[in-house]
């Protein structure tokens, strides 16, 4: 079973200012790590993945995160922010053996204030 | 590509009575997922189905749920004698599925309240 932890529910920051998003997950096997933004009434867009190879992945709309298999970690970052980023953001784990559900953090809101 | 679609997106029923909710994966994507997500939470695994088999299905589902997916296509979720603990939105997503490249894309979600 996985499990991940998103250490910050909610995180402001003014606009075009740097972000990291915090997210630890826990794993008995090897795992593919994803992340999501939910605008408000909509459902999950994935901003991006890693699945192998290189442990910095970048993705949509200036987001990048780096996999540390050492720390067990996942964060998202982004150098400069903008008003349209304010969202839900979730960290999500998969395992890579027989079960292929995604196991979801509770989430971090990111308000970006003008 | 049309990406995932639910219907309906929002759903206000009395507690007690059934609701039917239904979800069109991408298509050509063989895995179809069902999630539940409350208020301030990140979504919660339901069932999953390859094709038209149901293979698994978390202790979430209680027995008044149940899906379906018969021709491997759409996929439909009913919920029978609604509680007030069933208000979420229920979110849908797809895949085509591999070991290494399986990447799930979610629907818009349907949000049950139930009064």
């Known amino acids: 079973a996985q499990s991940v932890t998103q250490l910050d529910s909610q995180v402001p920051v003014f606009e075009e200012a740097p972000v990291e998003l915090r997210c630890n997950y826990s794993?008995?096997?090897?795992?593919?790590l994803f992340w999501y933004v939910q605008y408000p009434n909509q459902g999950l867009q994935l901003l991006l993945k890693?699945?192998?190879?290189?442990?910095l992945v970048k993705g949509i709309n200036g987001f990048e995160a780096e996999f540390n298999k050492s720390q067990t970690s996942f964060h998202l970052r982004k150098p400069s922010v903008h008003i349209s980023d304010t969202a839900e953001y979730f960290c999500?784990?998969?395992?890579?053996?027989?079960?292929?559900?995604?196991?979801f953090g509770g989430g971090t809101r990111l308000m970006v204030k003008p | 590509d049309t990406g995932v679609s639910q219907d309906p997106r929002h759903k206000i029923t009395k507690r007690g009575q059934n609701v039917t909710f239904r979800c069109d994966p991408i298509?050509?994507?063989?895995?179809l997922y069902w999630y539940r997500q409350t208020l301030g939470q990140g979504p919660e695994f339901l069932t999953y189905?390859?094709?038209?088999?149901?293979?698994?299905k978390s202790r979430l589902l209680s027995d008044r749920f149940s899906a379906e997916r018969p021709k491997g296509s759409f996929s439909t979720l009913e919920i029978q004698r609604t509680e007030q603990g069933d208000s979420a939105m229920y979110l849908c997503?797809?895949?085509?599925?591999?070991?290494?490249?399986?990447?799930?894309?979610f629907g818009p979600g349907t949000r049950l309240t139930v009064l």
């Open positions: 999500a784990v998969r395992g890579n053996n027989a079960g292929n559900m995604l196991t």
């Open positions: 997503a797809s895949s085509l599925w591999s070991r290494e490249t399986d990447t799930q894309y």
């Open positions: 794993s008995s096997v090897s795992v593919y």
């Open positions: 890693y699945l192998s190879g290189s442990t």
């Open positions: 189905f390859q094709n038209e088999a149901q293979l698994e």
């Open positions: 298509s050509e994507h063989n895995r």
